[in-house]
């Protein structure tokens, strides 16, 4: 996908012809390998991913246990946010699955953008915020099952456990 087509992605569609021409100069188009990481757990945030092409895991790693896979993104979805929010570091890191294809947009350029013209940068968030309220949501429901699942497990152990006594 072209820089030019910047309108397909379902995240920006609404934007007008200004807006867009606004955003494509700080969009950069970059290929991950299958196995690559776009960024690690605890990594600066410096770039927001479009992604459009491929699928990309963002998994979660909890002090305590191993790294738990808590969303599966493909085609029009958004990774890497913490930048756009003016976060430090990334919350969780994203790996590619398959070969990928985003855009990337610097965090810092995208808050530039939106100072320096406030009317785009507010159209412009207001898409960004829905699309992570949506994936949060996804993600809300994902962790719930993962952590249910483990429950289940446990249950199951001890009662075993009990009947092996």
Not at 69 to 96: E, H, K, N, P, Q
Not at 103 to 123: F, N, R, T
């Amino acid at each position: 996908m072209l820089k030019g087509d910047l309108v397909k992605l379902s995240i920006l569609q609404g934007l007008n012809r200004d807006q867009l021409d606004l955003l494509e100069p700080l969009v950069e188009v970059c290929t991950f390998p299958a196995g690559s990481t776009l960024f690690a757990q605890g990594q600066e945030a410096t770039h927001l991913y479009l992604i459009t092409r491929g699928t990309i895991e963002v998994r979660f790693k909890p002090y305590d246990g191993p790294p738990l896979t808590v969303s599966r993104m493909g085609t029009g979805d958004v990774c890497g946010w913490s930048s756009a929010l003016g976060r430090d570091v990334y919350t969780s890191s994203a790996i590619a699955t398959d070969t990928s294809e985003a855009y990337c947009i610097s965090g810092a350029a995208l808050h530039d953008l939106c100072e320096q013209h406030p009317d785009a940068g507010v159209v412009i968030l207001e898409k960004l915020a829905s699309a992570i309220a949506e994936r949060l949501e996804n993600t809300h429901a994902q962790i719930m099952s993962i952590l249910s699942q483990g429950m289940k497990l446990e249950d199951s152990c001890s009662r075993k456990a009990e009947k092996d006594d």
